[in-house]
């Protein structure tokens, strides 16, 4: 009964939240929205924009690394109880990690807007390196242990909603105005698929255990971090 009763109250705050994002309405536009002749003209250019603009494949390759991150995301509460968690602990975890997101709010939103979306995410990107390591490194003293998992969920919370920022950000300041829809759809188709990795890392877990889940992310955040490097600072998305 005190699951359903969480589950109910988060069921209701989210309905809530969708009834007042969708009354705000929406923005008025500068210029018109560019439209295709037909969905399958839509698709066809949309392969052309990944083929032809060279920034926005990097920036779908870069994020695709960043996707490929959410095969560990499950296993760090996984990590946490095989090195002696409790569930109430584990509670304080999930907790610290939406402490991360909150409190780094405010710094998120002054780099983004002082020193670019492409910064914020380069930055962002090079912390995630940190999350995995620290899980593979853990300490085997329990009274070192709690501290360094906290440390560890406050990170995880505060690049979570960092990436969001940046990603967001920074594909609707790159794309063209008049096709800022057309490029987030196919931005999101393009790097749908690597959303079924935490499926894959259930198995890769059952067969070598939660190590092999962390080195896939440490591997996909250098990729992301090196191919975010290749970005130019001011590029728009259509290589100008």
């Known amino acids: 009964m005190s699951y359903a009763a969480v589950l109910d109250v988060a069921t209701a705050l989210m309905l809530v939240s969708s009834i007042v994002f969708t009354a705000m309405g929406k923005p008025k536009r500068a210029a018109p929205p560019k439209a295709t002749a037909s969905f399958a003209a839509y698709l066809k250019e949309g392969a052309a924009t990944f083929r032809n ?79 995995p390591v620290a899980l593979l490194m853990v300490p085997a003293s329990q009274a070192a242990l709690m501290p360094m998992l906290l440390a560890v969920f406050l990170l995880l919370g505060a690049l979570a909603n960092g990436l969001t920022i940046a990603v967001i950000g920074l594909l609707m300041e790159r794309s063209p105005e008049d096709r800022r829809p057309a490029y987030s759809s196919y931005f999101d188709e393009l790097t749908a698929p690597v959303f079924v990795l935490p499926f894959v890392g259930g198995f890769a877990v059952a067969a070598l255990d939660t190590w092999i889940v962390f080195l896939i992310a440490l591997a996909a955040a ?19």
């Open 222 to 240: 250098l990729e992301q971090t090196l191919l975010l490097a290749r970005v130019e600072a001011g590029q728009d998305v259509d290589g100008h």
């Open 53 to 131: 603009d060279a920034v926005f494949r990097r920036f779908v390759f870069a994020q695709s690394c960043g996707g490929a991150l959410l095969a560990a995301v499950p296993f760090f509460v996984v990590a946490a109880d095989k090195l002696g968690m409790s569930l109430q602990n584990v509670a304080l975890l999930l907790g610290a990690q939406k402490a991360g997101a909150l409190l780094s709010n405010p710094l998120r939103g002054w780099w983004g807007d002082r020193l670019g979306k492409l910064s914020l995410m380069r930055v962002i990107a090079a912390g995630r390196i940190a999350s």
